[in-house]
């Protein structure tokens, strides 16, 4: 079974009451890629990346789209039952751009689970859960609103609650993590991600004024080094995020010590092939993670959603999607959602999703056919 198509759409994607804002970004809307592959045999598979834009990371829409066509023709023909030469072929026809290709590698994976009649988790060494446990992210706000947004997503269930931070007086998010704490106490695990806004004396003086309040410090700086300088001196677990941007830097973060955990983003690391190695490196030195990517639709939601049920269980921290912050399922019936603090593995083969192709419009490019 090979490639015989491929169509590449764009779609916004509004923030419900947005903008989102995160230690100096803000986000209205996100410009999503989604890719549809079609193979010789008619089966259809789909994949999508949605980066944030470049303010944020290097990565955003427009050079997902560019990325695509740098390999979408010399795609064509290339065998979907072989996701690692696959994976070889897009790496030796673009150096780098992870982002783009996780939109082909999650469209691959999709169309030969529906192959071999099974799911994508099945794909990926099968399914540890069914049921996964999600986690909500405030955006920048004021002591008093994130408190009762935190009280509020406990009484919903959900198992874990990230404080956004940086970009303002320090002082203020040590009030937000304090009234946070005041509120909830331990009927929620937290999660105080800096998304690389503090300095590291920032970070030193947020950890020691919330010495006694149990959280997850999540990428407080921009560099492994500046963590590492005041590792010793913070009592927190510390987790990364912005820098594992590869497997490359995952293994020099392990090898130095400098984190407890990650925070893992699909298109990061390069779709689900990858994301199941750094899956079990992580496995071999007991570090829990999420799974999760930067923003996207229920393509993304579903994807993420396959590989978190395949890690142990005692090892997975939760689940994010984007389907709290956006307005539209791409599946009216079998979109991704929420119940109860956790998501529910989609059933069916594949994703276990259908998208109502006509909510994308016209591709935007195509390739074979």
């Keep these: 079974m090979k490639i015989k198509e491929i169509h590449v759409f764009q779609k916004d994607l509004p923030i419900k009451g947005g903008p989102y804002t995160w230690s100096g970004n803000s986000l209205h809307s996100v410009d999503t890629t989604i890719v549809k592959l079609i193979s010789d045999t008619g089966l259809v598979g789909w994949g999508e990346v949605a980066p944030v834009g470049a303010t944020y990371q290097p990565q955003h829409g427009p050079g997902a789209r560019a990325a695509i066509s740098e390999m979408g023709h010399s795609l064509i023909g290339q065998s979907l039952l072989a996701p690692l030469l696959l994976n070889r072929k897009m790496d030796n026809l673009l150096n780098g751009h992870n982002y783009a290709k996780t939109?082909?590698?999650v469209a691959a994976i999709d169309i030969s689970a529906r192959h071999y009649n099974i799911r994508v988790c099945d794909m990926l060494?099968?399914?540890a859960s069914e049921k996964l446990p999600a986690y909500y992210a405030?955006?920048?706000g004021d002591p008093e609103e994130i408190a009762e947004l935190a009280k509020d997503k406990a009484k919903q269930g959900y198992p874990r609650f990230q404080i956004k931070v940086g970009g303002r007086d320090i002082a203020i998010d040590?009030?937000?993590v304090r009234k946070v704490w005041e509120a909830v106490g331990y009927g929620i695990q937290l999660v105080v991600d800096a998304n690389r806004g503090l300095t590291a004396s920032q970070a030193l003086r947020l950890c020691l004024a919330c010495k006694d309040i149990p959280f997850v410090l999540e990428q407080p700086c921009s560099t492994i080094e500046e963590i590492l300088s005041i590792r010793a001196q913070i009592s927190h677990p510390i987790y990364l995020d912005e820098n594992t941007e590869n497997l490359n830097e995952i293994m020099r973060a392990i090898s130095l010590g400098v984190c407890d955990g990650f925070g893992l983003k699909l298109s990061r690391l390069g779709g689900l092939s990858k994301f199941a190695t750094v899956r079990d490196?992580?496995?071999?030195?007991?570090?829990?993670h999420t799974c999760e990517d930067t923003w996207g639709g229920d393509i993304t939601a579903a994807a993420c959603l396959h590989i978190a049920a395949t890690v142990q269980p005692h090892?997975?921290?939760?689940v994010w999607t984007a389907g709290?912050?956006?307005e539209q399922h791409y599946d009216p019936k079998n979109g991704i959602k929420i119940e109860n603090g956790h998501f529910k593995?989609?059933?069916?083969?594949?994703?276990?999703?259908?998208?109502?192709?006509t909510l994308f419009g016209a591709p935007v490019a195509s390739y074979g056919g």
Excluded: F, K, N, Q
Excluded at 281 to 288: F, H, I, M, Q, T
Excluded at 315 to 318: H, I, S, W
């Design 103 to 105: 939109a082909i590698d």
């Design 315 to 318: 090892l997975l921290e939760a």
């Design 345 to 357: 593995l989609p059933g069916g083969i594949g994703l276990g999703i259908t998208p109502d192709e």
């Design 324 to 326: 709290s912050y956006i």
């Design 174 to 176: 040590i009030a937000v």
């Design 138 to 140: 405030s955006g920048i």
């Design 125 to 127: 060494g099968g399914a």
């Design 281 to 288: 490196l992580c496995a071999s030195r007991s570090l829990p």
